[in-house]
């Protein structure tokens, strides 16, 4: 049975809310519930077996099997289909499981078979599907290329301030990024980033093939942080590191004004990074109202502001809403862009799943917690869906992602080579820090001659 509290369903079994999917020739399911118990539904039960219990109900009330009334049928058909095309465009990644293929190649060639007139939406259907699945495996593979080209190769001594001068222009760049890497996250991927922390849910996702477009996001995020600290602690010279330092300040105000929060966030954290923070010689003498201890300068200090953790991080709360409120309105592309900071709205979606039981008592589903998770996710699904309106330059997108970033240990190491320990504490750290980049380095030289001694007793190739 289902439970409805002034209009609104709020709870309901399994079972129950699994049939209140199901379209018939008079009814089909409102599209806000189907959105939301398709998100999380799969607490409960897997996608494949939703989709087979669907289509199970579907064949019995309908007969599809037997000779059901045509009339009803040609009504009953075109609504199955309408459901599979919403199933499929909202979380296309579930029919990357063969087993909802099954049922969905199964269930289509039923539909065909008592409406001709079905077979071309149908064919549409699964043409678009998969020109998204196969769009989303190119985009991991090139994921893929990019970590293994940063890691490889060596550190580049190319400038970010002279490959792309304007930190307007930068500011954009990251914007391309951070779009891009956006649209590939599934909403369902929230779902079960919970359930992988959660022995005790019903399902378990290690049987399905994983979809790691929201790791690779929050990886991008550090990467981007460490990025502006190692661009920062590669220069000898305290000029130059000066110079970085302001453009990154720029970048990060251009950002904010384009409504890029999460390259904003990173940027931020990256120039609060200890190796960073301590470079008070270098700054100080040259910025005097730039000093990295209590005093920071107007423009770093109004950023720092808007992403202050205090009271909940209530400053960027607030310009997120003002920032919502312009894309709702806006005409120009431009105005339509929110990038929200990402790690906040994983942090909010997670206390939101952890402070409301899935269930309730009486065993019922807690569907009133589900309509607030939907609520959050929808709203990322519009930010994810807006296209970068500005002008893409490869060359400083691919330096971006791909260019090598310094570890923890080795961005310590090279800010104590930009400036020397100045206190104990900080020549300890020194020392140990020397201690372990030479044992990882003897490590290395040891592993590539072995890989020569293999090489020289593998037998050659044949003739």
Not at 217 to 245: D, G
Not at 421 to 437: F, G, H, Q, S
Request: charged letters at 25%.
């Amino acid at each position: 049975a289902l439970v409805y509290r002034d209009g609104n369903l709020v709870s309901g079994s399994l079972e129950a809310l699994v049939q209140h999917m199901v379209p018939t020739e008079e009814y089909y399911p409102d599209r806000a519930y189907l959105f939301a118990f398709l998100l999380s539904a799969r607490l409960f039960i897997k996608p494949h077996e939703l989709l087979g219990e669907v289509c199970a109900l579907c064949e019995h009330q309908q007969n599809l099997n037997g000779e059901g009334g045509k009339e009803r049928l040609h009504r009953f058909v075109p609504r199955l289909v309408q459901l599979l095309a919403e199933w499929t465009e909202t979380f296309p990644y579930d029919f990357r499981d063969e087993r909802v293929m099954g049922h969905v190649r199964s269930i289509t060639q039923k539909v065909a078979a008592v409406d001709a007139a079905a077979r071309q939406e149908v064919s549409a259907l699964l043409q678009n599907l998969l020109l998204r699945l196969t769009a989303l495996e190119r985009y991991e593979e090139g994921l893929a290329r990019l970590a293994t080209e940063a890691a490889t190769e060596q550190l580049t001594q190319v400038d970010i301030t002279e490959l792309c001068p304007s930190a307007t222009v930068l500011a954009q760049q990251l914007t391309h990024v951070e779009l891009e890497r956006l649209s590939y996250i599934g909403p369902e991927e929230f779902v079960q980033a919970f359930a992988k922390e959660s022995p005790h849910l019903e399902t378990s996702f290690k049987d399905m093939k994983k979809t790691r477009n929201l790791e690779s996001y929050v990886q991008w995020f550090n990467r981007l942080s460490y990025f502006v600290a190692t661009e920062v602690c590669k220069h000898a010279k305290k000029k130059q590191r000066v110079r970085v330092v302001e453009y990154w300040i720029e970048t990060a105000r251009e950002c904010f004004n384009i409504g890029n929060f999460n390259s904003l966030m990173a940027i931020i954290a990256g120039l609060n990074m200890s190796p960073i923070s301590r470079l008070k010689k270098t700054i100080g003498p040259i910025f005097c109202d730039f000093q990295w201890s209590k005093v920071q300068s107007a423009k770093f200090s109004i950023l720092e502001h808007q992403m202050d953790p205090s009271s909940n991080f209530s400053s960027y709360r607030s310009t997120l809403k003002a920032a919502m409120w312009r894309s709702a309105g806006a005409t120009d592309e431009r105005q339509r862009i929110v990038v929200p900071f990402f790690s906040l709205l994983v942090k909010d979606l997670y206390f939101l799943n952890e402070g409301c039981s899935n269930k309730l008592p009486n065993g019922h589903i807690n569907f009133e917690k589900f309509w607030q998770l939907a609520k959050q996710v929808t709203e990322f699904i519009a930010w994810k869906q807006v296209a970068c309106p500005f002008e893409k330059n490869p060359r400083v997108i691919a330096f971006l992602q791909a260019s090598p970033v310094l570890t923890e240990n080795t961005l310590a190491l090279a800010s104590f080579e930009c400036e020397p320990p100045d206190n104990n504490p900080e020549k300890e750290r020194y020392k140990a820090l020397n201690l372990t980049v030479k044992k990882m380095m003897r490590g290395k030289d040891e592993e590539r001659m072995e890989d020569r001694q293999w090489t020289k007793v593998l037998p050659g190739r044949p003739t």
